[in-house]
């Protein structure tokens, strides 16, 4: 069983820039992977990124290419995920999630995560 805490969310205006993490506990992330979904209100669950931690692995969603980077934290046995030239359409809450055993085209899908965390908020506006 492994725990998922997102951080970072908040309050950022047009073109800034935020910081996520996601911490994990109870499971070293090794052998997982690791992605970043979203929720806008009235909208479906949309896949940001992901990353499979044995080797590297990154996927995007196109919404995302460019402005986005995920990386793993070792140390800290975390993913974050730096977002920079935000849009106000990139405000929604910010979930984790963490599966293992991932195949590479499986990794855009919500469906094959099984752990989740309790979701953090962006919110682009000026």
């Known amino acids: 069983q492994v725990e998922l805490v997102e951080s970072g969310g908040g309050l950022v205006q047009p073109g800034g820039s935020l910081r996520l993490s996601c911490a994990a506990s109870g499971r070293t992330l090794s052998g997982y992977t690791v992605g970043w979904f979203r929720q806008a209100p009235g909208k479906d669950r949309e896949f940001v990124a992901a990353?499979?931690?044995?080797?590297?692995?990154?996927k995007y969603g196109d919404s995302v290419k460019g402005r986005f980077t995920i990386s793993k934290n070792t140390a800290e046995n975390s993913v974050d995920q730096q977002m920079n030239s935000l849009m106000p359409e990139d405000t929604a809450v910010y979930y984790c999630?963490?599966?293992?055993?991932?195949?590479?085209?499986?990794?855009?899908?919500?469906?094959?995560?099984?752990?989740w965390g309790q979701g953090t908020q962006v919110t682009v506006s000026s």
């Open positions: 999630a963490a599966a293992t055993g991932m195949i590479v085209s499986s990794m855009t899908q919500h469906i094959h995560y099984n752990y």
């Open positions: 990353i499979r931690w044995r080797d590297r692995n990154t």
